[in-house]
């Protein structure tokens, strides 16, 4: 229970900090507003995302997360199955990987051949 009310409290301090710290930005119409009628806001409004900056953040978090789920298998692994089934897991993880780099997913900057 006290866990939970500090995780709360946590939340809302982080909240405040970043209402706070970025109150100014958020009521500020130029810099939000498009362009209209010869008017001209203070900063590019729209900001670039790289595709494949995405793709390789979200491949990150997956492989991640599966080597975070693979930390307390030697753990657990207390027969030939459990070895069985770690095995097979890395070869799931290797061929998405190798799936993934012949693809080209994994490349930061494309080539044109």
Request: glycine share 4%; proline share 3%.
């Amino acid at each position: 229970m006290v866990s939970l009310i500090l995780s709360m409290l946590l939340v809302v301090v982080v909240y405040l900090i970043f209402v706070l710290m970025f109150y100014k930005n958020m009521y500020d119409m130029e810099s939000v507003s498009s362009y209209e009628c010869g008017f001209e806001p203070n900063s590019y409004t729209r900001m670039y995302f790289s595709y494949r900056f995405f793709l390789i953040s979200i491949l990150f978090i997956i492989f991640d997360v599966e080597i975070s789920l693979m930390l307390p298998l030697p753990f657990l692994m207390e027969s030939e199955v459990g070895l069985w089934v770690f095995i097979i897991f890395l070869l799931i993880l290797m061929v998405g990987l190798m799936y993934e780099y012949f693809c080209g997913s994994l490349d930061w900057l494309e080539v044109h051949n």
